[in-house]
């Protein structure tokens, strides 16, 4: 059985503009390879070179040296995957999973979403966690993180 693989789990048109805008740093409607390895910086990655510059050969169809919205757009819509996209989605656990103890803590979804611009509080990231900590130990676990998820994406 085939899922829809939850790589970056933008469904929402603007959603995805904002996170395009967010990777867009000076505006122009194109990201360039300087962009989007300070991105991939922000968020922890050390992306060697020659990776940014296969992200950027995968994601930029027209061969322009850019990344525009349609193209982003495209690149992180749902694909098919043939495990159900369970590893894209524990690479994107792990990534919020700082200290890999299988548990992404207030604390960890708070340093994360600052690192990517979201300006929110631990106290919000405390609210945000308890609406999906279903055995109430304040911390979000693999299996809550995939059914948080897979409710997104209905």
């Known amino acids: 059985m085939s899922n829809s693989k939850p790589t970056m789990f933008l469904q929402d048109t603007s959603e995805v503009e904002k996170v395009f805008q967010r990777f867009d740093r000076n505006g122009d409607g194109r990201i360039s390879a300087d962009e989007l390895k300070d991105v991939l910086k922000a968020l922890g990655s ?5 990776d940014i510059s296969l992200m950027m050969q995968e994601i930029d169809i027209d061969k322009d040296g850019y990344i ?5 757009s495209s690149f992180i819509k749902p694909k098919e995957s043939s495990d159900g996209g369970i590893n894209e989605l524990k690479e994107a656990f792990d990534m919020y999973d700082e200290n890999h103890n ?3 803590s207030a604390n960890e979804l ?3 979403l600052n690192q990517i611009g979201q300006s929110c509080t631990v106290q919000d990231c405390e609210k945000m966690i308890k609406t999906v900590d279903a055995d109430g130990d ?3 676990s693999f299996d809550e993180f995939k059914v948080m998820m897979s409710n997104n994406n209905k």
């Open 46 to 50: 050390t992306s060697s070179p020659e």
């Open 68 to 72: 525009n919205l349609k193209e982003f």
């Open 102 to 104: 299988g548990l992404i």
């Open 110 to 112: 708070h340093q994360i």
């Open 138 to 140: 304040g911390c979000v």
